[in-house]
């Protein structure tokens, strides 16, 4: 069973705020991903980690940033919120082993912006 | 450009149906192919398929791949109520391994 946490699971804030989003996983992947998904849409891949001090942007662009200075944490930053920022954001991890495990994910953190 | 298409887009069915889901792709150098169940919250994994013709199955959701035709199925006997949810396919490919979603099929299974 996957053991991946986020928090908040809820988070209403207003403009011009700075949040950070939680990621903690113990089940000692090297890999880990963020992404973001509005309701009814596609998941898009905002940001991804292969390691420690390993952080790539993903496929969608995102105003966020994210650091990886310890294996099983990988928090999501976001410096100045705006309603566009409202979404539901995903933190997923993976083994490293042939490089396509199956993501085990998060349950996520609705963020809406004010 | 790769894409992975999933068919249809939402579905409703009564409990006990057999419902069949489509996932087709176009990708350079496939690696496997996942099937994801997500309700309220986060998706959960359900199959990996990498090779073409052998059932993967738990409980009363089977799948199969078809490498020649670029497409997988995935099926659910007898649904319950609790099958509600969308399903979404994903594919790896290309030699970095990428990782690429479908947009899901939203499945209402009304009592």
């Known amino acids: 069973e996957a053991d991946i946490y986020q928090t908040p699971r809820y988070l209403v804030i207003g403009t011009g705020k700075k949040i950070t989003l939680e990621c903690s996983q113990t089940?000692?992947?090297?890999?880990m991903y963020w992404y973001q998904q509005d309701p009814g849409m596609e998941l898009h891949l905002i940001h991804y980690?292969?390691?420690?001090?390993?952080?790539e942007k993903g496929d969608l662009s995102s105003e966020s940033t994210v650091s990886r200075i310890r294996t099983e944490h990988f928090p999501l930053t976001l410096e100045s919120a705006r309603p566009s920022h409202t979404s539901q954001y995903l933190c997923?991890?993976?083994?490293?082993?042939?490089?396509?495990?199956?993501?085990?994910f998060g349950n996520g953190t609705r963020l809406t912006v004010t | 450009e790769d894409k992975v298409v999933q068919s249809p887009l939402s579905l409703v069915v009564h409990e006990g149906d057999t419902v069949t889901l489509n996932c087709s792709y176009e990708?350079?150098?496939?690696?496997?192919l996942l099937w994801y169940k997500q309700e309220k919250k986060a998706p959960t994994f359900l199959f990996m398929l990498?090779?073409s013709g052998i059932e993967k199955k738990s409980g009363r959701l089977s799948s199969i791949l078809d490498k020649k035709e670029l497409f997988s199925i995935l099926n659910i006997t007898a649904t319950q109520t609790g099958d509600s949810a969308v399903y979404l396919c994903?594919?790896?490919?290309?030699?970095?391994?990428?990782?690429?979603w479908g947009l899901g099929t939203s499945l209402a299974v009304n009592p």
């Open positions: 994903a594919v790896y490919a290309g030699n970095n391994r990428k990782l690429i």
């Open positions: 990708v350079t150098n496939f690696r496997s």
């Open positions: 990498t090779s």
């Open positions: 089940m000692g992947h090297d890999k």
């Open positions: 980690s292969y390691g420690v001090n390993s952080t």
């Open positions: 997923a991890s993976s083994e490293q082993g042939t490089g396509q495990s199956p993501l085990h």
